[in-house]
């Protein structure tokens, strides 16, 4: 069997009616020398069966529930081309999308990775106004750490690129390819098809829009890592990452409070205290919460609750 020009990896869990639409979207490319590897993440739904009965006949790989970081690394592993796509299972694609990528490839080889914008549509696929953030290319870092730009189904990348990176952080809950996309940005241009050619689907049960207070906690922590990892290789400036980390912390600490979850929301604000940068908010809120964390019997009982907790907690503390 000879080896394919690119693979396209989809991880799936569940949302077989968006998945059927995704593979539909890459069957209509105008480049066809493609492999299509879907990764059913411990769907409920028969996502399997659904899927390999798909005309565009994937290889189907199925696994115990382990999150898009984990299913998107197993989609590497098998992968058999040079170069891979990524493409969530309800989000879609344009006709020409691969083959704009896969000139760009060949044609630029200082670039080993390529990104662009995409088109944002709603849960029945209209068009949706006003979503859409600049994207920039080249030596990234920088502008990156300020606002992640980089979408997961824009991104056509050389297989090596991601094995030497070690693929997404599986730790991760959410936030994995925000964290790759910056690892990836200290040794790698990125290039920049400032044309959208996906599709993003905004809808109620994106995993980024479910259970929000720790999501924006591993985002901080995730954030901070990355930058005490670098803030002394110049690729930052100091000043626009600690007020960046301020932000992003004090959003996180609110969400926190909001949640009842006092101790964390006290944990965050003070982080966001120390890069010097926070609002007034955020030593109000401090207060507030830590007063209320006396007196609070919230008890954690779910794993991602500690994992959440413990992550945060441990790297705010080497900040101080």
Not at 65 to 83: M, S, T, W, Y
Not at 104 to 109: M, Y
Not at 175 to 192: A, H, I, K, N, Q
């Amino acid at each position: 069997m000879s080896k394919p020009a690119v693979s396209v990896i989809i991880p799936a869990h569940n949302r077989i009616d968006y998945l059927s639409q995704a593979l539909d979207s890459v069957a209509a490319q105008t480049f066809t020398d493609f492999e299509v590897i879907v990764v059913d993440d411990g769907s409920k739904e028969p996502v399997t069966q659904h899927a390999a009965a798909h005309p565009v006949a994937p290889r189907v790989v199925r696994q115990d529930r382990q999150g898009p970081a984990a299913a998107r690394n197993r989609g590497i592993f098998e992968a058999r081309a040079d170069l891979i796509a990524f493409l969530d299972s309800d989000d879609l694609w344009l006709p020409t999308k691969l083959e704009r990528y896969i000139e760009a490839l060949r044609s630029q080889s200082e670039c080993s990775i390529f990104h662009g914008p995409m088109l944002p549509i709603d849960s029945v696929g209209r068009t949706v106004t006003g979503r859409t953030k600049p994207r920039v290319g080249g030596w990234i870092t920088r502008k990156l750490f300020e606002s992640c730009f980089v979408d997961v189904p824009s991104v056509v990348c050389r297989k090596v690129l991601l094995e030497k990176a070690g693929g997404f952080d599986a730790s991760l809950p959410v936030c994995e390819d925000y964290d790759l996309w910056l690892r990836l940005s200290v040794t790698e241009p990125f290039g920049l098809i400032d044309e959208p050619l996906a599709k993003r689907r905004l809808h109620d049960h994106r995993l980024s829009k479910t259970s929000m207070s720790r999501n924006l906690a591993v985002k901080a922590s995730m954030l901070h890592r990355f930058y005490q990892q670098h803030r002394d290789d110049g690729l930052l400036d100091d000043e626009e990452a600690r007020t960046r980390l301020a932000r992003v912390c004090f959003v996180a600490a609110r969400a926190a409070f909001r949640d009842g979850d006092y101790p964390q929301a006290a944990e965050l604000s003070r982080a966001s205290r120390t890069y010097g940068k926070a609002p007034l908010r955020a030593t109000l809120l401090s207060a507030a919460a830590g007063m209320l964390a006396r007196f609070s019997n919230r008890t954690e009982d779910s794993p991602r609750e500690r994992f959440r907790l413990q992550n945060v907690e441990l790297g705010m503390r080497n900040a101080e």
